[in-house]
Nanobody
Framework: QVQLVESGGGLVQAGGSLSLSCAAS????????ISWFRQAPGEERVFVAA????????YYADFVKGRFTISRDNAKATVYLQMNSLKPADTAIYYC????????????????WGQGTQVTVSS
């Protein structure tokens, strides 16, 4: 099993940047695919980015390509989401999630979730 804790959210102006962290506990962290999802008020939770257990082949939702970067440091059991050129539409609660298999864009495919961190982008 793995436990996940997100941090780094906050309030930022449009065009600004934030860096989110997802810290994990559990001996098998390095074997998990980790993804970020987000959920805006009244909307479904949607896929943002994913990174495989070895840090290769990250991939992104189209709406964040070129703006967000996902990375991981298995020695620190942490996954990061660097968010640049933020837009008001990026306002949401951001969650990290873990699964043992290949990355999936479907939230229901993930077994483990953090509690989320709020990101608010003002115009």
């Amino acid at each position: 099993q793995v436990q996940l804790v997100e941090s780094g959210g906050g309030l930022v102006q449009a065009g600004g940047s934030l860096s989110l962290s997802c810290a994990a506990s559990g001996r098998t962290f390095s074997t998990y695919t980790i993804s970020w999802f987000r959920q805006a008020p009244g909307e479904e939770r949607v896929f943002v980015a994913a990174i495989s257990w070895n840090g290769k082949s990250p991939y992104y939702a189209d709406f964040v390509k070129g703006r967000f970067t996902i990375s991981r440091d298995n020695a620190k059991a942490t996954v990061y989401l660097q968010m640049n050129s933020l837009k008001p539409a990026d306002t949401a609660i951001y969650y990290c999630a873990a699964r043992s298999f290949l990355a999936s864009r479907a939230a229901e495919d993930y077994s483990y979730w953090g509690q989320g961190t709020q990101v608010t982008v003002s115009s």
